[in-house]
């Protein structure tokens, strides 16, 4: 994760357990109702679509294609190295300091702009372009930087994990129920939802860069019913920090929109002020993004039906024609 001033960019390492996290207690509520969400706005008109797991093919200033990872934890449109910043001159707008959300070993760094970024047949011009040393993205060929989430303002965007597809689409989502859709708050650009581990009501920013699951404040540990205690769970490493850890399972559930968790295992850290919801927890979700209106959907698909046994058996036992 990465934390540029007025903005900032996930790109973790993990070293033993995790990727990168952040947290902050709201407050004490009640779980959610149970009334079902509002349907999903039509229609909608796919612009894009690509598998999840592999990157992006982008142009910057007409040459290309490049490679380059995606974050939903970045707030900076784009995120390139300083080589590839030289390589292609392009100009200095702005100074800032980037970190990892937890204001300790933060950095100066540059922001560029990338006069046409083009992505998917979608062309972006004036891009605001962090310059920083990144993880390089996995994979034998390494990732020149970052696509971040604010590149599709103005856009429905669908991380479908099950599916393994990231979707760009024009369309809104319905208003809020609190359940299926929910509202998110974007400091500095990044969706940042209330979520709610077993009743308390905790801000949680959606990272797909960070392999962690759920990374709660360390303080959290002593007011949440956990099976036993925080016990050491190895360290995370951003692009800053190494972060000891600690995990325990929790007695009840986590709703984050209208999917419930039940009796997850909870990593705690003492390093940063909100909760971090890695692909640990977002893996199993399809999750769309209504950057105009600030407003997520979540839903959990259930997963294909296993053929029966039985009648598999019988059909093999027909006879071919």
Not at 25 to 41: S, T
Not at 75 to 86: G, I, N
Not at 95 to 107: E, K, Q, V
Not at 244 to 265: C, H, N, Q, T, Y
Request: net charge negative.
């Amino acid at each position: 994760m990465v934390r540029p001033g007025t903005c900032w960019a996930s790109a973790a390492a993990l070293l033993i357990a995790f990727g990168c996290a952040g947290g902050a207690r709201v407050g004490r509520m009640a779980l959610p109702p149970d009334e079902p969400g509002a349907a999903l706005n039509a229609p909608r008109r796919l612009l894009f679509e690509k598998p999840l797991d592999q990157p992006f093919e982008g142009y910057v200033n007409g040459r290309g294609p490049y490679r380059l990872g995606f974050d939903t934890g970045q707030s900076l449109p784009l995120l390139v190295t300083p080589e590839f910043a030289r390589e292609h001159e392009l100009p200095t707008i702005q100074r800032t300091t980037a970190g990892d959300g937890s204001d300790r070993n933060a950095l100066r760094v540059d922001v560029a702009r990338s006069r046409r970024f083009e992505v998917g047949g979608m062309m972006f011009r004036d891009v605001p372009t962090l310059v920083m040393d990144h993880n390089g993205g996995a994979g034998p060929e390494p990732t020149v930087g970052t696509v971040g989430f604010p590149l599709f303002a103005g856009r429905l965007l669908t991380l479908d994990y099950p599916a393994n597809m990231l979707r760009v689409e024009t369309g809104s989502l319905p208003k809020a129920d609190g359940r299926a859709v929910v509202d998110y708050d974007a400091p500095q650009g990044l969706p940042v939802i209330t979520i709610y581990v077993q009743g308390v009501a905790v801000r949680a920013l959606i990272d797909s860069g960070s392999d962690a699951g759920l990374v709660l404040p360390a303080e959290l540990a002593s007011t949440l019913p956990l099976a036993s205690p925080p016990e050491p769970a190895g360290r995370l490493a951003t692009l800053f920090n190494v972060i000891e850890l600690r995990k325990a399972p929790l007695l009840g559930s986590v709703w984050i929109g209208d999917v419930e968790f039940r009796d997850p295992v909870l990593t705690f850290a003492d390093h940063f002020e909100e909760a971090n919801l890695g692909r640990g927890y977002l893996k199993s979700m399809r999750i769309t993004f209504d950057h105009a209106n600030r407003r997520a959907h979540f839903e959990k698909p259930e997963p294909p039906a296993e053929p029966d046994a039985h009648d598999n058996a019988a059909e093999a036992e027909l006879p071919r024609q």
